[in-house]
């Protein structure tokens, strides 16, 4: 048979959301769009399970004297550490978007591994049961980046079931990385040459390079830290023979590139954004592709920038801090090429582009506060105060969680077949925005003003500025739920949407029905232009001098 | 201090610098920051899409002498942000002048607790004079800890096993606060005290009006020298089973490994905890006790101040 006889109408609106509704089709599927619907489902229950205590949090700190005890606060900042770094933030738009989004852009029919793909998120879901265990069991209280010795031998809390859910859910990030890594090699459409690649995809590629090299040394950490624990094995406490900087190196070699884990995916999706909302492609496409892999193996030298008051030579502490402002530079191109790329270009404000917007400006900010913290002198001040918090905070959430609800809208009808209330998503953004920024712009002042972080109870005269910040975070808080509430509507009620609303470029778009059949696409795709090919050209046209 | 002055009070030399060195970072940020903004703002308004019937832009593929003008520029200027913020980071972490006043202070689940070389034992207050520089020795006897002085920009973590040692020259009289800022378990937050700084000759009068009754640190070691039997050994002749600690401290001293050590706090420290870790060449090992757990923080202050003035 090689004629393709035309599909009876029923037959072509199949697509992989109804081919089948049996919970077995769900939890057996190895399809790379159900197991992104998986995990997207699952990281928005942890992402609010982590909200929910922060709110506890911003209560807590209303009033200087608290609102929970010292033991009930220490918990709640702990687990909100470690439900939203390990369980929301490392897996959110890997496991989702780029689970969903990198064989459709690439134009394959679906990971190189589509069952490893699967059982990643039954690895994520067993470590999720481990850490709601050791919430629903009374919590934990040694911070997220559980430092020895006082997780080691001086904690009573349940430290050891919760290093042991970051450890399996450690294993599902690797997987997730290795098929990347081997689907980006060799599952490109004919035509796509690396050139050519969405930089949504070359974010990724960096992302899982990070993912696979970095998740082991944490494993090996929490192994250590067990050990220790369980063994009395004299690796981190002083008193056994051991050495609590040893600790802190081994795990901030980790997490620190994971900040990168965490901020490199949401990169790609503004990526994504910006050119399509200026119907323009991506200005200086090699250097925002090549800047996603510099900050892959720069964000491996840095760690270091974490111990500068830990006793570390001074010598140690200077060539960290140079390394750390050299990682800064790509960055900064990022932010730069995607501005450029609205020169001339036909914007316009749909609601990914107000949160691509919003990335811009926030991670501008978090990026430039950590340049204050690579300066060794102003680190020495700040560090472990509220000024980290918030540097950190606007990385991680005024970038990282404001790209991926850019995405989710962005894609939204892509991977629904319906509209979302523009409205209302617009609406949304704004509190977000407002929210956002009046929850954690006071805790820069609040941490050069000298208030440590992890104070269950603080000093009066910083009350006024923490009220500001609970002020925000509810504000904030409304800004998460209205699109939880529309999004949901619109899944079921929201007009069907075209096949490619936004007229975006990308095989995920052009090549593919909203949302795509059970395999992408219904032929093979060939690619035969570049990227982003917004005017329709056929060959590279002349550069522009500025 | 007022809700909303970006500067906590000024209290030490080095307060003064370190706002200097923020203000350029505010500046050149704020600048950076507004010049983003700035652009977004201008581009999202002029470009702005005007109807969906407008012509698709024409192409802009990139500049390489912009790419390398954004490149370098900023990381010209990040070079000096690097090299004022190291400079400052080498002039306040380097060893300390001469003529320290020379303080301990040990952190402990959830309190400070502070000696000076006169004897004087306070808990979660530390007085401090102006114009003199002050050596604090910390200590931990539980976990991670960091001594922080928002008043004075400086911070240093407090590392059980071993001892970390800054210093600082206060310089305006008050009482600044005194914070644990390295989570250390329950009560962390309250692991909090005042750190009072007087003009010298007021000092001088807290110091003697607490002096009545109390025995310096070196004489508070000595008597834990004897307590703990030491002196049974560690004869000052030389002739004891134990090496003599008479003009040991600050000097090399010849180990029978064949390497040489300086006998500073650390390695006093270290041999009365786990005397077999270096040993004197010429000396047995497993002769003395190893005290590791026997001694608190504060008694190893007192005996090193004793080991200290043998070699005076």
Redesign the interface.
Known sequence: MSTTLPLPLTEQKKNYLNEDYSWKSWLFTTDHKRIALLYLFSITAFFFVGGAFAVGMRLNLMTPEGLFD??TY?KLFTMHGIIMVFFFLVPSIPATLGNFLIPMMIGARDLAFPRINLLSWYIYIVGGIFVLTAVVRGGV?T?W?F?A??ST???NTHVIVAALAIFISGFSSILTGLNFIVTIHKMRAPGMTWSRLPLFVWSHYATSIIQVLGTPVIAITLVLLGMERIFQAGLF???LG????LFQHLFWFYSHPAVYIMILPGMGVISEIVPCF????V?????VALSSIAIAVLGFLVWGHHL????QS?YA??VF??IS??V??PS??K???W??T????????DTPMLYA?GF??LF??GG??G??L????????V???YFVIAHFHYVMVGGMVMAYLGGVHFWFPKITGRLYPEGWAKFATLVVFVGFNLTFFPQF?LG???M????????P?????NVMSTAGASILAVGYLLPIIYLTWAWKNGPISPKNPWKAKGLEWEQAPSPPPKFNFEHQPIVNEPPY?????ET??T???? | MNWASIFPPRASTAAGEIDALYSFLIVVAGIMTALIFLAVLIFAIKYRRKSENDPVPRPIHGSLVLELTWSIVPFLIMLVMFAWGTKLYFQNYSPPPENTLDIYVTGKQWMWKVQYPTGQREINELHVPTGRPVKLTLASEDVLHSFYIPAFRLKHDVVPGSYETFWFEATTPGRYHLFCAEYCGRSHSDMIGWVTVMPPNEYENWLAGGAAGAVSLEKQGEQLFQQYGCVGCHLMDGNGRCPSLRFVYGRPVQLDNGSTVMADEAYVRESILNPNAKVVKGYPHNVMPVFQGQIGEDGLIELIAYVKSLAK
Do not use: C
């Open positions: 010292h033991e220490n209280d911070g980046t430092y010795p006082f031998t001086y904690s406490d002083p008193a051991g050495d609590p900087v200026s119907r323009k492609g200005f200086g496409y090699t250097f500068f008051v830990a006793g001074m502490s200077m801090s140079l402002f050299m800064a530079v900064a191109i932010v730069f090429n501005t450029a609205m020169y001339k270009g036909s914007v316009s404000f917007f811009i400006g501008t900010i430039l506060t340049l204050f690579a300066t060794m002198a102003i680190d020495v001040h560090t472990d105060t002042i050069y003003q000298g440590p972080r992890r104070y269950a109870h603080y000093a005269e910083f009350q006024v500025l090919n917004y005017s329709g050209e590279e046209t550069d522009v001098r500025s």
